[in-house]
């Protein structure tokens, strides 16, 4: 495949490469809900239609179309460990990241007792707040909040120094928050668990869509983000570390246990879902390809270089959009500047409720959600009373282009002349 080789990202080629823009409706619409689940990149969708068409059985059996279903199913967890530098047994696909964390919790279940503390913060989606709330309860362990700061809804590093202690068990970090979109520091977080004994697990479910994980270089004891907001199927991905895995109680059937790949797995995911994340490695190749010219290197490299150019081009639009929102009778939780956050905003008008901002959005066919997006603590830390009618989120994706954020600004704009 040739290619225009440079650092920045063809916008014209991505969009070709996600069916959803030939279809009327999405190409007519500027598309501001990725936080809640991004379109699908055509060869995922290509292989998830080929395994119902051709192989929705029973997989690994002895007939041939059980055989392919099985290689199939086998083709996409290896494709995703290998987009994610880590081995293949370390990692358990589950139906969503939410059943993962529970799933998760559980199996920690034996590191959680009377004398141990668990600590979780106040930006986290509940997912990965109530699972560790409802252990702590179990086991009569202490859960401990490290707060947000209630005019910037920020985490602070010396809070979390202030916190951790030798009976602190386990640290639950979001890698960035879905309202906040501040990328945490968790490499420092991980170091200074390291000293302590502590076990480091991240939710990376906001902040992979826009910056794909590079867990060989974070080091968390465990890592978990969803697919589905990642051009992809609907599974939650969840990766644990031999090292800490060793020390959890299995969640699977016991004739399973042998199997690392199987001991936490709780529920079953689908099978075509699994077959078709082959697809996302063949995406990230293909763009990879297009970009920056054929090379004999990993999957794994090629998917961070070319996440770069993602994050890159996401940041541009971010900046872009910050610029004439700050000019606004809006508020922006989190801080009002494109370094070292996520291209996710989340405001509150003066003026407007959130419903009534993204009722008028969506009747000029942009999409841009409300509400508490499952991170009520935080919001309501950030003194939003109406935590139902909460935010306007607007998330992006490195498919949308300026000229959605050219019409989204222009939107805003208008409602507050």
Known sequence: MSGNHNNHLDIDFIRSCFPAFAEPLAAKTAFFENAGGSYVAGPVLDKLTHFY????????????????????????????????????????????????????????????????????????????????ERLCQRNKATLRLWPVDAATGELHISDFENLLAKS??????????????????????????????????????????????????????????ST?????????????AEDFAQYLDPQCHYFNQPFAQKRFDAAGPDHAAIAALDGLGEYFSNSYAHHLGDANTSLFLKTQKVSALMKAHE???????????????LRVIGNTHHNGREANIAMVSEKHSSRAMSEMLASKDICAGHGHFYAMRLLKKAGIKDTDDGVLRVSFSHYNSSEDVERLAQALNDLHQ
């Open 315 to 329: 940041s541009d639009l971010c900046a872009q959009l910050l610029d004439t929102i700050t000019r606004l009778p």
């Open 53 to 132: 068409r051709s192989n929705k059985v029973q997989p690994y059996g002895y007939c041939e179309i059980a055989k392919n279903a099985g290689k199939q199913m086998d083709a996409g967890r290896q494709t995703m460990a290998d987009l994610l530098g880590v081995p293949s047994q370390t990692i358990t696909l589950g139906p969503s990241t939410t059943q993962n964390f529970n799933t998760l919790a559980h199996a920690c279940s034996r590191l959680i007792s009377s004398d141990t503390e668990v600590i979780v913060t106040e930006q986290d989606h509940e997912s990965n707040i109530g699972a560790w």
């Open 168 to 225: 602190t068990a386990i640290v639950c970090l979001t890698h960035s928050s879905n309202i906040v979109g501040t990328i945490n520091p968790v490499e420092e977080v991980v170091r200074l668990c390291r000293q302590n004994g502590t076990r480091v697990i991240v939710d990376g479910v906001s902040c992979a869509p826009h910056q794909w994980p590079d867990i060989p270089a974070l080091k968390p004891d465990a890592y978990c983000f």
């Open 228 to 240: 589905y907001k990642t051009y992809a199927t609907h599974l939650g991905v969840m990766y644990i």
